[in-house]
């Protein structure tokens, strides 16, 4: 079946603009996390959406950082301004609930000139 | 609050030899571990899981893992690594009253050798 979808694979884009990056969970999965992988960093959480509940924003690194998640299965983030350190790969990975493993995308690498 | 650390950064390890990769973490409570292997230019793949019950859990591709409580590891163990094997490997967490949030380690480059 159709995994998690990302889209754009890559983007490029000046230091101020802003970006927004699509992601596509499985079909069913109430559960859906975005994470910034940065060389040598490891995955970083930056957001978490479970079914209706409020999202966990704990981990948006800042207020140009935004997502949201329309009828409990798209979601997008949004970064405003964007900034050369936001420069990383953000991967997107849904689940069946957040006891249950996570099945993640392809990423889009975000490039900030 | 959470952690997890992934003391090694990098293992190289020649093939056919066994390899172990260490996990620790922090939690006072209850939690759910996880290990993620990421190969060469593709996105992350789960490769073994603890939810509850046996503390010995068997994984894809011939990986195992262990949870310790008392020691609060997780470590990651392969009799015979194949070329195959070479990836980025990363530790995960969840638990914990009121975050459902993964905790991911800073992952492990297993490189091995021929």
């Known amino acids: 079946g159709a995994g998690v979808s990302q889209s754009p694979s890559n983007k490029v884009t000046e230091k101020g603009k802003d970006v927004e990056l699509r992601c596509d969970p499985i079909s069913g999965h109430t559960a859906l996390y975005w994470y910034r992988q940065s060389l040598g960093q490891g995955l970083e959480f930056l957001i978490y959406?479970?079914?209706?509940?409020?999202?966990?924003k704990s981990g948006l690194p800042s207020d140009r950082f935004s997502a949201e998640r329309t009828g409990g299965s798209v979601s997008t983030l949004t970064i405003q301004r964007t900034q050369q350190e936001d420069s990383a790969v953000y991967l997107c990975a849904s689940s069946q609930d957040y006891s249950q493993p996570q099945h993640f995308g392809d990423g889009t690498r975000l490039s900030i000139l | 609050a959470q952690s997890v650390t992934q003391l090694d950064s990098q293992v190289p390890v020649f093939e056919e030899a066994p390899v172990e990769l260490r996990c620790n973490y922090s939690s006072s409570v209850s939690v759910y571990l996880f290990w993620y292997v990421q190969y060469p230019n593709q996105g992350l793949q789960l490769l073994l899981k603890?939810?509850?019950?046996?503390?010995l859990v068997k994984g894809i591709n011939g990986f195992e893992a262990e949870f310790n409580k008392s020691q609060t590891s997780f470590h990651l163990r392969k009799p015979s690594v194949h070329i195959s094997d070479t990836a980025e490997y990363f530790c995960a967490v969840i638990g914990g009253s009121g975050t459902y949030k993964y905790i991911f380690g800073t992952g492990t480059r297993l490189k091995v050798l021929a």
């Open positions: 959406f479970q079914g209706n509940s409020a999202p966990d």
């Open positions: 603890y939810l509850s019950g046996s503390t």
